[in-house]
Structures are given as C-alpha cells and as structure tokens.
C-alpha cells in the first residue's frame, strides 16, 4: 500500500491490534495511521518474547533493555494522552495472538514490514494464525528509506553487494517515498480501548528490575520518539554543520558524539530514516554546495540502507560458514584474549578506553569502533568477527543485526572492504586526534595521572612517573597484550595469502573499477595520508620469517587449512 492510500477516508470498523515492534513512534508510521483511520478500538501492543531471542541468539544487554523501556514509556505516555495504552505484553507472540485476536473480537492486524530472516519466519506464523481467525493483515514499509525486496527484485533477484552498485540502482528508483503524517489528535478522536482492557495490570509496563538487570552507569542517551525529534531539531538548526558534514572529518575520541548520535533512535524506529533524510533534502536544496553520499548525512542513511538490502538477500549473513560472500577465515580462537579485549584490559589505552566506553554508555564513535573491531580480528588478536559481533550487539544501544555484521565482516576485511593493507594502530590512532589523553582519562582513570608524553603508552613511561602517577604498569594496568607492529605483519601476511587462495568471494563485494587498478578506492572511513594506519612497509622483509617463528611457537594457525570456526 501507499501513503496515499493510508490518507483516503476509511469506513470499515474494526478492532485492530497495532503490533508495535520498531517503529516506536507517532511520526511516519504509516500502519499506526493505518489502524486509526479504519478502527473503532485499536489495542497498541508490544511483545516481548524473551524465549524467541533466547532461541535466535539475539543478545541485548542492560544499557539497551533501559534504553528500550524508556522508549515504550514514551509510547505509552503519547497513547495514554488520547485514551489509549500500551499493552506490553509477555511471552510467545503466537500464543498471544492466537488469544487475543479471539479475546478482544479482533478483525485486523496492522504492523511494520520487517526485514531480518528471524522476524520474517515469526511474521509468517502470525499471518497464518490472522488467517485461520478470519483476521486481516495490513503492513507497510516504514524502517527503511525504500522497499528492499522491490530493490532486489529489480537487480535481477540479487543485492548488489558494492555500494556503487548500490547507488546505481537507486538512481533508477529516485528519492525515497516521502514520510507518512503524523498520527495527531484527530486521528484518535473516533478509536478507544474498552475500559477492562485499558485497565488491565497484566499489561504494565516491564522494568530492568523484572529482567533482572541493572545499569551501573548514567545514560547519555534517553529512549523514545519526543527526545529523538528534539536531537533531530537541534542538529538541524546547525545548517553549516549539516552541509559540510563528512563523516570519515568527525572525532573519534571526543567525550560528546561528534556525529549526530541518532543512530539508536534509528535502530529502533524511534526515528524515521525518511523524515530525516527529506528534511536533509530541504537543507542541501537552500546551500550552494554541501557534501555528499556516501559521506554526507543522507550517505549514513544510504549505508544503513545498503547493509539492510545485502542482510535480506545473503543467506547466513551474521555468520562465516555458509556466508557466500564472506571469505572463510581459520581465525584464531583464544578466549582469554576475546575476555580481555570484551572488558577494556589489553594493555593498550585507546583500545581499553574505547571498550570501557562502550560497557558504560552503549555507544562509541565508527572510528573507535573500527579501532576496535581492526585490533580484535585482522589486526592483532586475529579472533573472529563473530565474536566482536556478539558484543557489539549486546553492549549497543545502536545494535542492528543487518549493519552490525555488514561493518564487522567490512571490518575484518572478510567482505566489503579489500583495503586490508590498512591497519588502524592501536598507539597513533587516537593520539592523532587526542594528543593530550582527555579521551582516556576519562574512561580509564586508572591512568588519569600519567602525563600526556606517556599516555597511550604507559608501559615506556619510567618507573618514578608511574609511581608519581599511582599506576604501576603490570599491577594496577597491563602490559600490552601482543607486539603490535609483530602481530600485525603477521596477521598481514596471513590476509594476503587468503585471499589469493579465494580470490572468486572477493570479487563478489569488488566493484569492477576497483578490479582494473592497482591502487583500490578507500573506504569512506578512511584515508589514504593517515599516519596511524599501517601499511605494507618493510612487510617483505619482516612478515615470513615472523610469521613462521610465531606458528612455531602455536601463537597464529601454523597453515591456511585449519579447521574453519562454525
């Protein structure tokens, strides 16, 4: 259906369930307008299926269970304000359903159209339910700025899987569909829950407490529609800032997010990814110039975009074996090194200061993330991207399956990205930006003293300034975990030889241009004059003799036909 047709007069009555799932808000959400305009009684529901995560391994930790709530208490508020509620409901959702379309006399079902494999299977079984109960489904695409499976189906039933080709198509289809209107008093003014129903404890809200969970930290982020359109208009009142915005120029190690900071709002669907990217429209429409995709604001929003289409059409996408576009990499299992890595004690400050970040707020800066996700695979830990993903989600606010794995197997170089030359340093990396620390010191105050020469490197600091500073290195804070500028000539090494043996899935994410030159094109997030990304210097004469000392030693796989991680 069309937002067009969402704004024709309805006459049907019905007793609609709206299901909300992402789109967490009022504001272009096409299927909520949907029920209000075609219902007599419309019961907002939320379902919260523990046992369906438990059984698709979907990980959410504290910071994004809160962030969660205060969203659902912000829909609730909005609907209690026009004599609705939100009916936060436990258990199975297809029990819930098969109950209530019964229970409460339902004849429609409005929702959102999702796109994860896991979602779509539970859809199904819902509508098959709807169906048996003689109750009509009606969804529309809201959580993404275009139809995915119309764009697959116009590429011939494949995703292109470069974000080249990706603009190609695009370009065919034009702008996004505009955003729905927002759902106001006069479209609640003819719908109701019956008075039994609204007062129904059985259908509170749901607490951290109840999920046993608590948060050890402030957030900087509170959930829900009302404070995401508020980041919204501040952003864009700051019109210079949003024309000349290029994301790869934002700071890393900044204590306050130096890009938008709306991606959590986003992700679930608290925001809309079409208002915002026509209201950049309008913005790009009065400048005389402003940046462009794919680093510009709307080329963030294009990015989640490609991730989304690559996710629907790629079987196994979140995982290596069986992933046709992912090269199958013997990476190295070692859980004390993915502990360390998980809980900020490397021995290298940037990185532990990234992670701590990343325990305590549920979000850091892409930069820090590809800090981070670079040291634990390609990099320096050589663990897979896997394990990185699964933290990732749970630790998030921002977590999204489709753009979570597509940045860790770019980040990994397993897929998307074939600059794998380019190792971000886990020492020149944030001491580019941040030269004096603040970044650290803040998120690790172990090592708040230590003056600025010695930092990021507390392990070359003499022994009188570490007693000065009241951190002995080795006792209050690690030694580094590896030998960077070793492991990662290594890990180089082993990259080139991979891919050579599986040149054919590399080509799968290349561009064609790409393939013709030398010198491929970087990825938006990079560049090619950074001092703190290694490259292939002195790699001839340092890499194979390391290489097979370290085998030797049982550090890396001895051989390329080690048994691949499931």
Known sequence: MTNKEVSMEVREQHNTIHWFRKGLRFHDNPSLLHALRTSRHVYPVFVMDLDFMKDFKIRSGANQWRFVIECLQDLDSRLRAYGLRLFVARGNAEAFFAEHFRKWNITQLTHDVETEHYHRFRDAAVRKIAVDEGVEVVNYVAHTLYNIDKIIEYNGGTAPLTYRQFQ????????????????????????????????????????????????????????????????????????????????????????????????????????????????????????????????????????????????????????????????????????????RWRNAETGFPWIDAIMSQLQQEGWVHHLARHAVACFLTRGDLWISWEEGQKVFEELLLDADYSVNAGNWMWLSGSAFYHQYTRIFCPVRFGKRTDPDGTFIRAYLPVLK????????????????VQEAAGCIVG???????????????????????????????TLLTLDLADR?????????????????????????????????????????PSTLTTTMRS
């Open 516 to 556: 013709l030159t030398t010198r491929l094109s970087l990825s938006p997030q990079s560049s090619p004059n950074d001092p703190s990304i290694n490259t292939q210097r002195e790699e001839t004469m340092r890499a194979a003799p390391v290489l097979r000392e370290a085998a030797g030693r049982g550090n890396v």
């Open 168 to 339: 190609k198509v695009l370009k065919d289809f034009g702008a996004p569909p505009q955003a729905s209107e927002t759902a106001t008093a006069e479209h609640f003014a003819s719908c109701s829950v019956p008075l039994e129903a609204l007062r129904d404890e059985r259908y509170n809200m749901v607490t951290l407490e109840e999920l046993g969970m608590r948060c050890e930290h402030p957030s900087k982020f509170v959930g829900g529609e009302t404070e995401g359109l508020r980041r919204v208009e501040k952003h864009l009142q700051n019109q210079g800032w949003v024309t000349q915005f290029e994301k790869p120029k934002t700071a890393p190690t900044s204590l306050l997010p130096s890009t938008t900071g709306l991606s959590p709002y986003f992700s679930f669907g608290c925001l809309s990814v079409r208002h915002f990217y026509h209201r950049l429209d309008k913005i790009y429409a009065k400048a005389k110039n402003h940046s462009l995709p794919p680093v510009s604001l709307q080329g963030q929003l294009l990015w989640r975009e490609f991730f989304y289409v690559a996710a629907a059409q790629t079987p196994n996408f979140v995982v290596m074996a069986g992933n046709p576009i992912c090269l199958q990499i013997p990476w190295y299992e070692n859980r004390e090194h993915l502990r």
């Open 475 to 505: 006792m209050d804070y690690p030694f580094p975990m590896v030998d960077h500028e070793i492991v990662s000539q290594q890990n180089l090494e082993l990259m080139r030889e991979i891919r050579e043996q599986q040149r054919q899935i």
């Open 449 to 464: 003293d230590f003056p600025a020469q010695y930092i990021y490197e507390p392990w070359k600091a003499p022994l009188d």
